[in-house]
């Protein structure tokens, strides 16, 4: 079980928004290159970064504090989303030395993109399905699609996406624990990797997501809660590798 912290940039600086409302964040950072330093230094294997400007607008906002972490961190894979909507922003990130670029907004829009793009940079792109009541949001959770979750996750998945990152949008930001029965049924309707997202708040979340790795939830993503302290991040990789292993014996 990958943890991976986020990072999502507003204005240039590093914040948390409560169920995706920009009205509503938390500033924790002004500098978001200490905070990928922080959570490196702390033994992330993988970094999640979301431009919340480019979700809102529709393109590359924050790419420049983007490209800043990633040259420094050139061995951590990183995933970044928020406002890629063509192939030149793909290219840009990729050059840069992002691993993964999440598509959200425009994959829910123009699935005939994702096909494409899973053709010119395949291993290299992941969706971001933010789920509310089974239904995908979309435009930085503003709108809810009339799309299903789980039909639109198997298409994808035969345009050879490297993974979906399922958001539960009325969890995410609140502190309110992850909810595991969602995205194990999710899950086990896929047969790639699904990242969980939104809600983990302790160890105990960890220890949830961990018994359920086998149904296909590999890694998670942990936002406010590392960063107001609840969860430390090294503490709670120690312990989702020492079950991952014991699960394996």
Known sequence: MLLIPAI?????????????????DT???????????RWVEAGARRLHIVDL???????????????????RFPDVPIQVGGGIRDEDSIQEYLDAGVRYVILGTKAVTAPHFVS????EFPGHIIIGLDVR????AIEGWSKLSRHDAVDLAQHFEQDG?????FTDITRDGMMDGLNIEATVAFAQELSIPVIASGGITNLDDIRALCAVESEGVTAAITGRAIYEGMLDLG??????????ESGNE
């Open 27 to 37: 500033v924790y950072s002004d500098d978001p290159l200490a905070v990928a330093s």
């Open 133 to 136: 009541e089974g239904k995908v």
């Open 161 to 165: 996406v490297a993974a979906i990152v």
């Open 8 to 24: 999502d940039l507003k204005d240039g600086k590093c914040v948390r928004l409560k169920q995706g409302r920009m009205d509503d």
């Open 235 to 244: 503490e709670a990789q120690t312990l989702a590798d020492k079950l991952s």
């Open 116 to 119: 494409d793009v899973c053709l």
């Open 53 to 71: 400007d480019g979700a809102a607008t529709g393109r590359p906002a924050n790419s420049g504090a983007i490209h800043a972490i990633a040259e």
